[in-house]
């Protein structure tokens, strides 16, 4: 970050109170808040040469309910009605150096339902839907309110035999563009007033296998999935310093596959997941289309390629030791697929010793991530190659080398 002090802070806090029924059936009502709050400041030079504020402040305050009811109607079927609304406020504090954005609320409600339904002992059906709306203000004069209702619904199928199990679920999504998104804020993220809603249709399909004998016990996972998106809501960098801009891409199509196993072989263990992405930018390839010949889509910006986690571990007695290796790879930073960022391996190192304290558990646990302090990559610049910090899939700086350590007592009670 370009800034000098980055100060962020959440205060989250609910309650939910469940009252049984007759016929297996459970009332319950559930109130929530939450606060978040953000503040940066940038030394005065900084601030004049790359055109951003030297200090912001702004809060996003939410607060919502809901009620809702369980039954089950059959003893193979089980049904979950619910109504909730929930209010947002977006408040831009002091801004030094720019001129603040326009404060923001949104009021919304929905109403939906969720059914598990078991027609066979070795099949499991389950559907859900909702019907949420929502308004929007904004206390910019050149930003229209807005009134919008969206229905999502979902459907998949789950059926075992022996020990593999097969699933495969459809639906369409729907999801209001956030307040950072459309009005921006912190001087990072640049306002889209007129950002639109996303929505999207996905399907997948998997199946799953699991097995022991012995001291050996075996798990695997195979998913493919797809999605048909309209006016997906990305985050696209904006200059040379870092900020980005949330944008609507009209049509895009992502398709992908994951794959898992864990296994286990007396002290050891491991666990190896993998995910392949490929994606495309429909609309883009729309207007630059050449007059003549094919158009290759150019790939989504912020969706890695490849993404790559293990992790192994050893027990001996009381202990655990462990070493984790995550990788990421063939990732856009931009929504012309031209600025590819450089693949990253972060490798961490973890112990952990389980220790009798009377009727009690201790558990201690030492963890180090980022073992190597990755910090900076090599980009391909426009006079050679150039030095950037690493960041996450939205060009988020990471942290260097970090360790935590952490304490855990159980009690038998």
Known sequence: TITETLSSGRAVGSIEVALPLLAESTAYARLWGRRDALSLRARPDEAIRTLTPSFTDDTVAAAGG??????????????????????????????????????????????GTDLDLRPHERVTVAASGRVDVWHDTSNDALTRSEDAARATGHVGAEATFGPVVLASHVGHLARAPGFVERYGNRGMVLGSPDLRPEAATT??????????????????????????????????????????RATNIGEARIAGLEALVDGKAGPLDSRVSYTYLATANDTACDVTRPSTGPCAPAPLPGRPGHDLVVDVGVTLGPARFRYGLDVVADLRADLSGAVTVPPRALQSVGARVTLPYGPHVVTLALDVSNLFDVRAASYTGLFGPVREPIGDLYEYPLPGRAFLASMRLTSPR
């Open 66 to 111: 809901s009620l809702g009811l369980r039954a089950r109607p059959h003893p193979r079927a089980r049904v979950d009605l619910r109504l909730d609304a929930q209010g947002e406020r977006f408040a831009p504090g002091t801004w030094e150096g720019a001129t603040s954005p326009a404060g923001a609320t949104r009021a919304q409600t929905g109403v």
């Open 203 to 244: 399907l997948d399909a998997g199946a799953k296998v699991g097995g022991a004998r012995g001291a050996l016990r075996g798990y695997a996972e195979l998913t493919g999935f797809s999605t048909w998106a309209d006016d997906l809501i990305v985050l696209v960098p904006q200059g040379a310093y870092g900020r980005a």
